[in-house]
């Protein structure tokens, strides 16, 4: 730890490995999971009451992710993410290294850390939502209506295709030494990352020092509470990161081993519905299953229905848009 905590000068630093920067990138990826997950959970007491906050939940956790990263930034110079693995941002000025941000920098990486994200799901959910439409057949008709709705979906394809490109492209500059930037993003702000230097904390014993001394003043005790508060959303995005990865790494194989359950008794109800959307009563265009009832519907008709009910419209199950699977019918 001391050499990474060395003091930087002219163009030497400590530089993090590759597999540094891309754990912390992944890590960073199970926050907002993790925060929809949680949202969804509460929700799901009183739905009728709180489930329109889920089709907010994106701008939800947007507000919870500036508050998150400005408290980091302001504290440890690194996102959430990269202070979990010791890293730090540095100035790059006039190819030399800097050991603090500027204000701007600051301001900007906050930015970026925050928005781009926000607005990459954002023009993904809106490119799925055009092909789905033209799939179900229900694309505007007028010329600039298409034009436009090609452009956003080639655009963002497109767009990112480049984007990604260009992550790998610093990370070979990187790995080969001919490039300080990790990222695109860390290269237009001048930003690189290095290694943190150790953080000093009172231990248990400094602490129990304190109060028997009656010196355990209020500045002490916010500090242990933001030490907990910090130390267990750390270890809690962690435990759900290795969970994720533990559920894919052994999801088929379990259901291999498992015998197949016999088929269930089909009720007279979903008679009525063979080959038949239950909302519309046409036959099925662009099959969407609900999960939680085993009910086939035309996507247009049962998005809008989740929305506003948050149950099945047949069986009136609790039902939520992540529960609704698409089916690819020859």
Same mark, same amino acid.
């Given at each position: 730890?001391a050499?990474?905590?060395?003091?930087?000068?002219?163009?030497?630093?400590i530089?993090?490995?590759?597999?540094?920067i891309?754990?912390?990138?992944?890590?960073?990826?199970?926050?907002?999971?993790?925060?929809?997950?949680?949202?969804?959970?509460?929700?799901?007491?009183?739905?009728? #009451?709180?489930?329109?906050?889920?089709?907010?939940?994106?701008? @939800?956790?947007?507000i919870?992710?500036?508050?998150?990263?400005?408290?980091?930034?302001?504290?440890?110079?690194?996102?959430?993410?990269e202070?979990?693995?010791?890293?730090?941002?540095?100035?790059?000025t006039?190819?030399?290294?800097?050991?603090?941000?500027?204000?701007e920098q600051?301001?900007?990486s906050?930015?970026?850390?925050?928005l781009?994200p926000y607005?990459?799901?954002?023009?993904?959910?809106?490119?799925?939502r055009?092909?789905l439409e033209?799939?179900? @057949?229900?694309?505007?008709?007028?010329?600039?209506?298409?034009? !436009? #709705?090609?452009f956003?979906?080639?655009g963002?394809?497109?767009?990112?295709?480049?984007y990604?490109?260009?992550?790998?492209?610093? !990370?070979?500059l !990187?790995?080969?030494?001919?490039?300080?930037?990790?990222?695109?993003?860390?290269?237009?702000?001048?930003?690189? *990352?290095?290694?943190a230097?150790?953080?000093?904390?009172?231990?248990?014993?400094?602490?129990?020092k304190?109060?028997?001394?009656?010196?355990?003043?209020?500045?002490?005790?916010?500090?242990?509470?933001?030490?907990?508060?910090?130390?267990? *959303?750390?270890?809690g995005a962690?435990?759900?990161?290795f969970?994720s990865?533990?559920?894919?790494?052994?999801?088929?194989?379990?259901?291999?081993? *498992?015998?197949a359950?016999?088929?269930?008794?089909?009720?007279?109800?979903?008679?009525?519905?063979?080959?038949?959307?239950?909302?519309?009563?046409?036959?099925?265009?662009v099959?969407?299953?609900l999960?939680?009832?085993?009910?086939a519907?035309?996507?247009?008709?049962?998005?809008?229905?989740?929305?506003?009910?948050?149950?099945?419209?047949?069986?009136?199950?609790?039902?939520?848009?992540d529960?609704?699977?698409?089916l690819?019918?020859?």
């Amino acid at each position: 730890m001391a050499e990474r905590g060395a003091h930087l000068t002219g163009t030497t630093f400590i530089k993090p490995s590759i597999f540094e920067i891309v754990a912390h990138e992944s890590f960073a990826s199970t926050v907002e999971p993790a925060f929809k997950k949680l949202l969804s959970f509460l929700a799901s007491f009183n739905l009728e #009451r709180y489930g329109h906050l889920l089709r907010w939940a994106d701008e @939800g956790y947007l507000i919870f992710n500036v508050i998150l990263q400005r408290y980091y930034l302001k504290k440890y110079s690194a996102s959430f993410s990269e202070t979990f693995y010791g890293l730090k941002r540095i100035a790059v000025t006039d190819s030399k290294l800097k050991s603090k941000l500027s204000k701007e920098q600051e301001k900007l990486s906050l930015i970026l850390i925050v928005l781009f994200p926000y607005l990459k799901n954002k023009l993904l959910d809106l490119s799925q939502r055009y092909k789905l439409e033209e799939l179900d @057949g229900c694309a505007p008709e007028t010329k600039w209506q298409k034009l !436009y #709705r090609k452009f956003v979906v080639k655009g963002t394809t497109m767009s990112f295709m480049v984007y990604e490109f260009m992550v790998l492209y610093s !990370y070979v500059l !990187y790995v080969s030494g001919k490039s300080v930037y990790q990222s695109p993003l860390l290269r237009l702000l001048f930003i690189t *990352l290095t290694y943190a230097e150790p953080q000093l904390v009172d231990s248990i014993s400094d602490l129990l020092k304190k109060i028997r001394n009656n010196s355990f003043g209020v500045s002490d005790g916010l500090h242990v509470f933001q030490r907990v508060a910090t130390t267990s *959303l750390e270890f809690g995005a962690f435990f759900l990161q290795f969970l994720s990865w533990w559920t894919q790494e052994h999801y088929h194989m379990n259901l291999i081993t *498992l015998p197949a359950p016999p088929p269930p008794a089909i009720p007279r109800i979903a008679e009525r519905y063979k080959g038949l959307c239950p909302i519309c009563c046409k036959p099925l265009r662009v099959h969407t299953v609900l999960s939680v009832s085993g009910y086939a519907f035309c996507y247009q008709c049962i998005l809008p229905a989740i929305r506003k009910s948050g149950k099945c419209p047949v069986t009136n199950y609790p039902a939520k848009e992540d529960d609704l699977i698409r089916l690819y019918l020859d």
